[in-house]
């Protein structure tokens, strides 16, 4: 029997895209999905369009939250519901290849992992690629992930019994603050170089805003991981340089 995996997936006014999210989840190879996704208070029609999509298949499962708690809240939400031994997060504007669950369980299985990400390429918000295959390192400690978040959220996957009871923060980049308590507990994750998702690049997204996302990224290695003024300014200069080589693929 092949291993149940939840796919967390937290939206918030994501019409214009949601579609094309939920149709990548259906496409797998692998069948043996559950798709938990967390809308939070949105004011379009995103939870008629999964409401569609939840009658047509028995996977989808819809919880619409009467107030807006944010993203950290929302995928909180979705991992309680979870029931997988996986859990792969997959945001609400990004699209998965057919192949992508199946390449990650198999890896995992076979390895006894308990966090895989893969390699990606950019789209813009029509849909359009953007860039080439952005690869990803064969393994990655807390340290390297420290230095640089080489892991794009939406390629993850985590063993849920490795995830215990950790919980996203409230901060800025949550999703790289809780890889970074994942990997303290964890040791190690494993990067699969083969491109299996896209990651859409939207001009209001924290990651496009480039002083928000420092500031961020200074709050990570500041407050939350409690690092000196003199390392966290010169891990700041790794990253804006990483930052920047990156763009460049």
């Known amino acids: 029997m092949e291993p149940l995996v939840s796919i967390v997936t937290p939206c918030y006014n994501s019409a214009a895209f949601i579609t094309e999210t939920l149709e990548s989840v259906i496409a797998q190879d692998y069948k043996n999905w559950e798709m938990i996704i967390v809308d939070d208070c949105s004011g379009d029609n995103t939870c008629q369009i999964v409401e569609t999509f939840a009658m047509r298949h028995q996977g989808i499962k819809l919880i619409a939250l009467k107030e807006n708690g944010g993203v950290s809240n929302a995928r909180n939400i979705g991992m309680a519901a979870a029931n997988g031994k996986y859990i792969s997060f997959l945001d609400s504007d990004d699209v998965w290849l057919k192949d992508k669950l199946s390449k990650q369980v198999s890896f995992m299985e076979k390895e006894l992992l308990p966090l895989t990400f ?3 390429k950019r789209i813009n918000e029509n849909g359009e690629v953007i860039s080439g295959q952005v690869p990803v390192p064969l393994t990655v400690n807390y340290d390297a992930l420290l230095a640089h978040n080489v892991v794009i959220f939406s390629t ?4 849920k019994s490795a995830i215990g009871d950790l919980k996203f923060s409230l901060a800025g980049h949550e999703d790289w603050i809780f890889l970074l308590k994942l990997l303290k507990q964890c040791r190690q994750g494993y990067g699969i170089n083969q491109l299996l998702a896209f990651y859409r690049v939207r001009q209001n997204s924290v990651s ?3 002083l928000k996302a420092i500031g961020y990224t200074w709050r990570i290695f500041r407050e939350s991981e409690g690092i000196g003024f003199l390392q966290s300014v010169i891990l ?3 990253y804006a340089i990483s930052a920047s080589l990156k763009r460049l693929r």
């Open 156 to 159: 993850s996957m985590m063993l």
């Open 208 to 210: 496009a805003n480039k």
């Open 236 to 238: 700041l200069g790794r």
């Open 118 to 120: 893969c390699a990606y």
